[in-house]
């Protein structure tokens, strides 16, 4: 009784060897039934977070947001879709036909790829495979492929200049997820998503890695293209970025790709660090892991919308400036001190979780000390820079 | 199950259409793509012997893996040569950079 | 004929004809596409030939990385060879002879391995935990792992060295 | 077996949306003429310190699952292997490659 899940899928292959099919093939029907049923559970949701992030962010900026289709404007994105479906779907003279085609399809298998091996609760997973974390980010960066092809076959200067750019930017921010990754995978002992939200069952990786946890939020905030990384589509720079020459379905499978993006990042930051489906009850009703999981994803969605109506764009400079020479040798810092002190505080048997915070408050202080020393520097050199010019203005000054 | 043979002669395919394209191909960025299938068949050959006949030990797989990182600094230093060639001489036809034959 | 062996022939068919386009199609962004399908019909047969880890490995580095690498490459340097150029050299017929003799050499040689050894399988999935070990065991591969990082500097060094060089000297 | 489902799913994710959209097409209105700009080379380190750092997953990930049973040294070779990427990082950086310009 206890899990639901497996009734069912026990329930539909006792029915599928019923009709006289061999059980070899019926387990493959039954993926195959599985993945068409997540990846449309993983569409649905990214409709509905549309209409969530319009209103939220309505809210924040003190609108009231859709508001006429359905009750609280819920049907807005299923209105739209329709809209984009009855769109045409142009593709544009000299463009790269084959390519510009299935630019948009390889963006959304890459996302939705990401979701075969997400655990939502107990059990419910769509394949537990060994290399779970590698998994993700290998299909996650196929996405980086499809913009590529976008922006390649459009035959467009600013789709290319958008498309480029993403991928600078996508790539540059793959680092240091990559190197912050490593931490919880070192900490559970495994790369398979459902291990590492089982070894999370005492403490969160949040506590143990907080600052892991905070670098891999930005990076794939950035990796997202979400505010203040949303430099690929600056529309006073490059119009629109990459997907400038699509419409219809075409355009609407980016923007479905982006969201599901969004969603399935929020997902995995609450698998890897605020574990998953864990929390009090679980083991009784494996149900109840699948709403902290929700719940989890929820809040960590909020959160970037929350960045996206708060904060102002970067710049491409400030950007790479920030990922190759803060964010990445302060991930490659957090890694070494966390590899080390690990093993020795396992070895002289003192408390992990106040080691590890011990050591990411000393790291944190570390950065402010260098930044303040830096920002000192900087703000000397500017003044002797500036001092010919303005000579009164000492009132005016920072 | 399928049998060795097949990933061998898939590999030797793969091989013998890589050497092809180094040999044949004007631009050397294309040369370099043959090098990667050559690459790849040696690989697809490495990694079907390790399953059918040495699964129990973890060589096969390191040896892919090494030739895996040298593929990709031999990727990093050949493009970046042929960007520099581009850059100086205006050209990524293999055959006009002769510089060294004299 | 078992499923195993339906998703190897699709496979195998996607890589080479994929492989065969990537030298022979006349725009060399198209190759550099066509090269990414032949590396993922390979990925498919690291499956087929139980390595999970070695297939996600083949995407993150080949289609990730080293392709996104090749395809910016030829996109810097696409102001000199328009696509309409000869692609092939005068001896494309001489290496088309060529690689045809070295086929048939080597299917000759493949063609005597002793036919389909079975396979006995010591676990499911490649264990990631032996090769972590193994990868810094004094009596592992500890040389070729440390070698490796070394390797993957200098060729970072070397590469921004040649490519930068340019812009600084002229 | 187990891989199975994902290349599956990676085929059948797209699909679907591609039979909403089976409409006819026709050639643009409007288009940019030449639209082969430069890049810069900047893309082109970028991608190679990705490329170098992607590798560097790929020996780092297993190390890191094993981690609970290695001995110390296994763990400081580890971070040796990081740290000699990190001196790469640090030549980019001080050879002005890390600079947009």
């Known amino acids: ?296 994803t929820a809040l960590i969605y909020f959160v970037v919308i929350w960045l996206r109506g708060t904060f102002p764009r970067l710049r491409i400079d400030q950007m790479n400036a920030f990922n190759w020479k803060f964010i990445t040798p302060l991930a490659l810092v957090v890694f070494m001190v966390t590899a080390i002190l690990d093993k020795l505080a396992v070895q002289a048997d003192f408390n992990r979780t106040a080691v590890h915070l011990g050591s990411n408050a000393i790291i944190v202080l570390g950065t402010l000390f260098i930044l303040r020393a830096h920002a000192a520097s900087q703000r000397r050199r500017k003044e002797v820079a500036d001092r010919p010019q303005i000579q009164h203005s000492e009132a005016a000054g920072d | 199950m399928v049998p060795l043979s097949w990933y061998l002669i898939l590999a030797a395919a793969l091989f013998a259409v890589g050497i092809f394209g180094v040999l044949a191909r004007r631009n050397a960025i294309a040369i370099l793509m043959g090098i990667e299938l050559m690459l790849n068949a040696v690989n697809l050959n490495l990694l079907a012997f390790w399953r059918y006949l040495w699964s129990d030990n973890l060589t096969g797989v390191v040896f892919v893996i090494m030739v895996l990182a040298v593929a990709a600094a031999e990727v990093a230093v050949g493009l970046a040569l042929i960007i520099s060639i581009y850059r100086r001489r205006s050209t990524v036809v293999a055959e006009e950079i002769d510089l060294l034959k004299w | 004929m078992t499923l195993a062996q339906l998703i190897f022939l699709a496979a195998a068919a996607v890589t080479l004809v994929a492989a065969i386009m990537v030298v022979t199609a006349p725009r060399l962004i198209h190759a550099g596409l066509w090269l990414i399908l032949s590396l993922a019909g390979i990925a498919v047969l690291f499956i087929l030939l139980d390595n999970g880890f070695l297939a996600v490995v083949q995407v993150a580095i080949y289609i990730d990385a080293i392709a996104i690498l090749i395809i910016i490459a030829v996109m810097l340097t696409r102001a000199v060879m328009s696509d309409a150029d000869r692609q092939i050299n005068r001896m494309g017929l001489a290496a088309a002879f060529a690689s045809l003799i070295l086929l048939a050499g080597l299917l000759a040689m493949v063609l005597q391995v002793p036919a389909a050894s079975p396979a006995p399988l010591v676990e499911a999935e490649v264990n990631l935990d032996a090769l972590g070990r193994a990868l810094v065991d004094v009596d592992g591969f500890i040389l070729p792992f440390e070698v490796a990082s070394v390797l993957l500097v200098a060729a970072l060094v070397g590469a921004i060295l040649v490519a930068m060089a340019p812009a600084r000297g002229d | 077996m187990a891989a199975l489902p994902i290349a599956l799913n990676v085929i059948i994710g797209p699909r679907k949306p591609n039979k909403t959209k089976s409409e006819t097409y026709e050639c643009g209105i409007e288009t940019v003429g030449e639209a082969w700009v430069q890049l810069k080379g900047q893309y082109y380190i970028f991608a190679l310190i990705f490329l170098i750092f992607d590798i560097e997953a790929v020996f780092m990930f297993p190390w890191a699952v094993a981690y609970d049973r290695l001995q110390f040294y296994m763990v400081l070779e580890g971070v040796l292997f990081i740290l000699i990427l990190a001196g790469g990082l640090v030549y980019a950086w001080r050879k002005g490659a890390l600079e947009w310009v």
């Open chain 1, 1 to 296: 009784m206890s899990d639901p899940f497996v009734i069912v899928g026990q329930f539909i292959k006792e029915l599928l060897i019923g009709l006289g099919l061999e059980a070899a093939l019926t387990a493959v029907l039954l993926r195959i039934v599985g993945a068409a049923v997540l990846g449309g559970l993983v569409g649905a949701a990214a409709i509905l977070t549309i209409w969530a992030e319009r209103k939220l962010l309505a809210r924040i900026q003190d609108r009231i947001g859709p508001n006429r289709v359905g009750p609280y404007g819920l049907l807005q994105s299923f209105a739209d879709v329709l809209k984009l479906i009855t769109k045409e779907f142009l593709i544009p003279r000299g463009a790269d036909r084959y390519v510009f085609i299935m630019a948009p399809l390889v963006v959304v298998a890459g996302v939705i790829g990401m979701w075969a091996v997400m655990p939502l609760a107990p059990g419910l997973v769509g394949t537990e495979i060994n290399v779970g974390v590698l998994y993700v980010i290998a299909i996650g960066a196929i996405g980086t492929l499809g913009i590529m092809m976008a922006g390649l076959s459009s035959n467009n200067k600013y789709a290319l200049l958008g498309a480029f750019r993403t991928v600078a930017q996508m790539l540059s921010y793959t680092v240091p997820m990559l190197l912050t990754l490593l931490i919880p995978v070192m900490l559970a002992g495994s790369m398979g998503m459902l291990t590492i939200v089982e070894a999370q069952s005492s403490a969160w990786f949040i506590l143990l890695a907080p600052l892991a946890a905070i670098i891999f939020f930005i990076s794939s905030l950035a990796e997202l293209g979400r505010t203040p990384f949303d430099l690929q589509e600056a529309e006073s720079e490059i119009v629109a970025g990459f997907h400038i020459e699509y419409s219809g379905m075409g355009f609407g499978m980016f923007m479905m790709a982006e969201f599901v993006h969004a969603f399935t990042i929020s997902a995995l930051f609450s698998v890897i660090f605020l574990g998953g489906w864990q929390g009090p009850g679980v083991e009784a009703f494996p149900l109840l892991g699948l709403f902290y999981f929700i719940l989890k």
